[in-house]
């Protein structure tokens, strides 16, 4: 059912959508596959009160800084308008609460937007913020109505002065395309001053191999591409690289 999927997971990591779809049109995005349409705003949604209603009801949940990790998204762009403030009702909930909370989107996250979180931060690394990208120089054609990447990395700096966890999330790493990149993003992690995490495509075509972390009705499985370990390479050992977010969550606790 639809409505189950708002809120899924496990005691560890739960994942927390108010909405199912989204506005971008990633070439490589597994929503349709899960049901969900892409390029239009969600047709279904819920209430912020509705959705920390499911995690506590859930029976999944556990309270504080080892308990679960609170991500936001995976069936949905969490900062688009639509549902930006309830996605901030989220986080200020689950900072509140002392839980590790955490985000991915590739919109623009202006530091004005986060400031109030940043006054319930109970311990560094409980709120981090994973700016997705794909790809720089070919965003239009692989990330269609997403910002701009350039401009998605462009407040890192402040974020991360106000006490925000950033991570450059490179994920999925499409082969012969992302690793052209890599220095440039290279550049950026070390301008910054943040982390790099790089990741495999979700894919419903597959039989074999890891399963996806989400919970998935068409049997999402991890797709590594074989440019994933060149791509870790360029990073110099000054810049922390995770081969996922919960690692690089857990690296706080």
Known sequence: MEGQRFVTG????IFVNTALGCNSSCSYCYLPAEGYRTGVPPEVNISLEAAINLIR?????????????????????CWDSSNLQKTKGIISWALK??????????????PNQVKDHCELIQWKGQYSIFLSSATISQWKEFERGTSNPFKRFYH???????????????KPVIEGVTLKDGLIYSDIANEKGCGVVIGSRFDDSVSDGVPAPIDSVSGLRMVASNEEDQLAEIFPPTIPVYWSSVDAINSWR
């Open 57 to 77: 009801s859930s029976g999944l949940y556990v309270q504080g800084r080892y308990g679960t990790i609170i991500s936001i998204g995976c069936f949905s762009e």
């Open 156 to 170: 890192i700096g402040d974020l991360i002065s106000l006490g925000v966890v950033c991570y450059i999330y490179i």
């Open 10 to 13: 496990d005691s560890k990591r």
């Open 97 to 110: 609460n002392g839980n590790p909370v955490q985000m991915a989107t590739k919109r623009v996250v202006f």
